[in-house]
């Protein structure tokens, strides 16, 4: 691995780095053998399902991945491209022993990923991760002979997924026109048929994958094209995914950005109302805005906090039995009808909540005022720089200033060589010169 990586191959979202430097077809190989080995079943021969989103180095490093699977010993379903939350549903729906999925989500095309979803399509937790880090030094001879696992393709797997969207949906979406974005990713296909089944009239943008302009400048994290595509065809709303479709963005009718926070609130207040919101509790992360906070405060709704990462929401929301959680970024999880975050369930929950309220997206999602927050990446060579002295001290005083109406929040990303510095403030200029003053501080102790 590149020496700007920790010494834990496995990060917030499975093993992640630089197509074919951080990342070599060699690394797949040994890493799906070592995942075979901990998630097969030992009394028969294991099966998994693979999928991948449409990038170039998808192709070398999902054939890497299922020649280390057949290797081991396993039965290989290649599903060929499909959104994240459509292999862990296949894996759960077909009864494989583990699903593997070749994406970097919604990072930059010379970017990779491989993460494993286990039996029942769920996320590993850390100490299987690290059995399997440990297991790639495993000696044991490699079966030979009969013993060697086939690969198989998949006959039309999406439509399994599509379907499952379809029947979960709890109101048609008859009436509403709908912009897709689906980033040139993984749900390209899956995610405007799947609306258009509920009875959506769909318009997409950025459709077009070419295995190199995913996520390049389109779906959630570049949504000026989408805003501007809403108002132009003056439809209802505006959908953004990412990469590989586990997570959605809004934009309301205006061409105004209905963030993850926002999204969480309208289905929170959703679901309470139907009897689902289980424990009439909304699991979130410490990226949430404060506004959100408030605004299921005010609705009796309670709010459990996790650190940052889909994993550890999940993880919440396993131990409290709820069903619904999220994040900022649009990674919300409803887990009545899915083991992972889902953009495109996410999307038709909430078209399914303006069809049945006859309200518009800018209405329902008023219910949330943010408070003013200013995120800035810092890029550093050393991730600890945040517990560095000067900087913990800096992050202690602002909070103390702050006090009741505002946060900090500095934390390193789990994907990238980024520290990320969160300040929110009840005024805009307030939390701009705070965050200012914490970069400062963070570069200073990295001289």
Known sequence: MGSHTVSRLFGTDGVRGRANADLTPYLALRLNIAAARVLGASDRRPVAVIGRDPRASGEMLAAASAAGLAAAGVKVIDLGILPTPAVAHLTALTGADFGVMVSASHNPMPDNGIKFFAAGGRKLPDEVEDAIEAAMDDPTPLPQAEGVGRIARSVDPVEAYIEHLVNVCPSPLDGLKVVVDPANGAATGAAPEALRRAGAEVVTINDDPDGLNINEDCGSTHMGGLREAVVAHGADAGIALDG??????????????????????????????????????????????????????????????TGVGDRYVL??????????????????????????????????????????????????????????????????????????????????????????????????SGTEPLVRVMVEASEEPVAQSVAAELVAVVEHAMA
């Open 315 to 412: 993880e919440r929301l396993g131990e409290g039995d709820f069903s619904l959680g999220g994040e900022q970024s649009g990674h919300i999880i409803l887990s009545d009808h899915a083991t992972t975050g889902d953009g495109t369930l996410t999307a038709i929950m909430l078209l399914a909540r303006m069809a049945a309220t006859g309200r518009t997206l800018a209405d329902l999602a008023s219910v949330f005022t943010p408070a003013p927050q200013v995120l800035v990446n810092v890029r550093v060579t050393d991730k600890s720089v945040i517990d560095h002295e000067d900087v913990r001290s800096a992050v202690a005083l602002w909070q103390a200033k702050l006090g009741t109406d505002g946060r900090v929040l500095l934390r390193p």
């Open 244 to 305: 590989d479709a586990d997570r959605c963005l809004a934009v309301d009718a205006n061409g105004d950005v209905v963030d993850g926070d926002a999204i969480m609130a309208v289905l929170a207040l959703a679901m309470r109302e139907a009897g689902t919101l289980r424990g009439d509790t909304l699991v979130t992360t410490v990226m949430s805005n404060l506004g959100l906070h408030q605004a299921m405060g005010a609705a009796g709704i309670k709010l459990e906090i």
